[in-house]
Structures are given as structure tokens and as C-alpha cells.
């Protein structure tokens, strides 16, 4: 098997790896959350970030990954920006109407399409755009509903997208700037995001629930669910980074609203919940955005490999230009992205990972 076939099977590999944790980790969250009362997110998701360290730690041990220390600050940075974007993301859900929220989560591909094109040079086609543009289109008519604005809250989304997107175009480039795996950049980086949302989380989910994490009933089905949880989520945060570093942050995205669609057939053939023809049209819709998405990705990729030996030789004189540099992950910027548990206070809110 060839090298780019390795990486093709790796990729679906990936893909496939995070659809399913994610879709697994919706379905125990919602009945954690919704079923049980469990409506503390955002201390759920540092508990799901400490275990996935203490996960790679035996890994570590049992020699499964080597450790590869790189810049400290680089890490921290990375970390803490990460943990902040979980808590933007909740509070823009406590305090925005549902379809408000599932705006802001549109906003992150066509923010992060902006942000790669203005600082790292890079080029979308337009069958790139067309293809994204018809995505959020459909996920749009599938999941937005009301739209109620409110200054504090549209300012919290905003805050959110921002942190978001740079903490994805992080995960991309730090793995390549510093040459580490997904697992040695998760590794290293959870301890950072899993203390800053310990620290806030219970803050962050008293002021959106007016309930107290300590004080809450902690039943044997609670602990069983909250563990079955946690376990999930080692697999979610492996696989987000792991997309993102073979793939892109836009790709990331575009994979994050096929889960959303998942999530809502699910909802209609298992949950029986309410479904109308507005729901399906737009899953419609956007299973072909990714799916033109897709095949324009594969295109543009055959076409590069097939022009790289021609190119060959004037890489290597671009090799000193910064933009490039910066491109090719050798860079200054550094970044990188978690699974974002996204936190549900009644059932009429749609629970997303």
C-alpha cells in the first residue's frame, strides 16, 4: 500500500471515528442532561478533558505514543484558549434563543474561510464556496428557527466564533510547525483546557442554571451516565484533533454539520422527536453541500499532486517567503481545537457535539 494510500485510509479512518464517537457522546449527554437533570456542561466537559489526560498518561506509560515536548507557551496559549472557547460557546447558548445559537455555529466556517485567506494566504475556489454556501444553506433551514437578539448575547457569540476559529486553525498549524501527532498535542494541552474549565465551569454553569454542581444528587444511574460520558469523550477529543490535523479546520466544520444532521434523523426515527418537512429538505440540502464539498476537495488534491513535480523546484526557491512559511506550519501562529459538549437547559434546546 502506498504512502497516499495510507493517508486516505487514515483520513477515513478519522472521519469516521468522529461521526460515531460524537453521535454516541449526543446521545448519552442528552439523556444525562435532559432525562436526569444533569444540566452542568460545562463542568461535564472538564471532567471529560481530565480523564482524556489521565487516558493518554496510560497510553504514555504503556509506551503506546512517545512524548515529544515542544514550546510551553505555545501549549498554554493553546490550552486556554481552547478551555475559553468551550465556555463562550455555552454561554452563548444560556443566553441566546436556540436559533440564534445555531447561527453563531454557522458563522465559524465562513469565519475561519476569512481568517486563513486574510492571514495565512490560503485560496478557496469557488466550487469550495459554492459547496460550503449550499451546506449552510441546508443545515440553516434544518436547524435555525427563532431568531432573538440581544446585545449581551450577540456579543458572547461573536466572542465565540472568534475563539473558536483560532483555536481550529491552531490544531492544524501547531501540528505542523512543531512536526507532533494529534496525541502528543492532546496530550499536552489537556491539562491547560481541563484546569481552566474546572476553574470556571462551576461559575459558568451556576449563572445559566441557578443550580449548584456540588449540591446536585448524584443518583448510581447520574455517575453510571456521567462516566459512560466521560469514556466517550476520550474518543471525541482524539478524533477532533486528529481530523483537524489531516484534514483542515474547514473540513472539521463541514464534518461537525453532518453530525448535526445525524443527530436530528436520529432524533426522528429513535427519539420521536418533532420533524417537519423543513428538517428534512435541509438535511437534503446539506448532505449535497458535503457531498460537492467532497468531491471538489478530492479534485483540487489529485490536481496539486499531479502539478507538485512541475513545482518542485519553485517551492524550494519560496521556501524563505513568511506567508509561505507560515502556510506550510513553520510559521509563528500556533493553534489547535476540542470537542465542544454543548450544553442543553431544557428539551426543547437541540443537544450538539
Known amino acids: 500500500m502506498s504512502e497516499g494510500q495510507k493517508f486516505q485510509l487514515g483520513t477515513v479512518g478519522a472521519l469516521s471515528l468522529s461521526v460515531v464517537s460524537s453521535v454516541s457522546i449526543v446521545i448519552c449527554n442528552k439523556a444525562l442532561i435532559s432525562t436526569l437533570g444533569f444540566t452542568f456542561a460545562t463542568t461535564l466537559t472538564s471532567w471529560h478533558l481530565l480523564v482524556t489526560f489521565c487516558s493518554l498518561h496510560v497510553a504514555l506509560w504503556m509506551k503506546l505514543f512517545e512524548h515529544k515536548p515542544f514550546d510551553a507557551r505555545a501549549v498554554m496559549g493553546f490550552g486556554i484558549l481552547n478551555g475559553i472557547s468551550i465556555g463562550l460557546l455555552n454561554l452563548s447558548l444560556g443566553f441566546n434563543s436556540v436559533g440564534f445559537y445555531q447561527m453563531t455555529k454557522l458563522a465559524i466556517i465562513p469565519c475561519t474561510v476569512l481568517l ?34 440581544n446585545v449581551l448575547g450577540s456579543v458572547l457569540s461573536l466572542l465565540a466564533v472568534l475563539t473558536t476559529c483560532v483555536a481550529q486553525i491552531m490544531t492544524n498549524t501547531i501540528q505542523k510547525k512543531f512536526k507532533v501527532s494529534s496525541t502528543q498535542l492532546l496530550y499536552q494541552s489537556c491539562p491547560y483546557q481541563a484546569l481552566t474549565l474546572f476553574i470556571v465551569g462551576p461559575f459558568l454553569d451556576g449563572l445559566l442554571t441557578n443550580k449548584n454542581v456540588f449540591a446536585f444528587k448524584y443518583t448510581p444511574l447520574v455517575l453510571f451516565f456521567i462516566v459512560l460520558s466521560c469514556l466517550i469523550s476520550v474518543s471525541v477529543n482524539f478524533s477532533t484533533f486528529l481530523v483537524i490535523g489531516k484534514t483542515s479546520p474547514v473540513t472539521y466544520q463541514v464534518l461537525g454539520h453532518l453530525k448535526t444532521c445525524l443527530v436530528l434523523a436520529f432524533g426522528y426515527v429513535l427519539l420521536r422527536d418533532p420533524f417537519s418537512w423543513r428538517n428534512i429538505l435541509g438535511i437534503l440540502i446539506a448532505v449535497v453541500g458535503m457531498v460537492l464539498y467532497s468531491y471538489c476537495c478530492v479534485l483540487e488534491n489529485q490536481q496539486k499532486q499531479n502539478e507538485a513535480p512541475v513545482k518542485l523546484p519553485e517551492d524550494k526557491e519560496s521556501e524563505t517567503d513568511p506567508l509561505i512559511g507560515v502556510e506550510n506550519g513553520t510559521g509563528i501562529l500556533a493553534d489547535g481545537g476540542v470537542a465542544k459538549v454543548v450544553p442543553l437547559w431544557n428539551s426543547n434546546k437541540d443537544l450538539d457535539a
Open 116 to 149: 486563513e485567506t486574510l492571514f495565512f494566504r490560503k485560496q478557496f475556489s469557488r466550487s469550495i464556496q459554492l459547496s460550503l454556501t449550499i451546506l449552510l444553506m441546508g443545515v440553516g433551514i434544518a436547524t435555525v428557527t427563532d431568531l432573538q437578539l
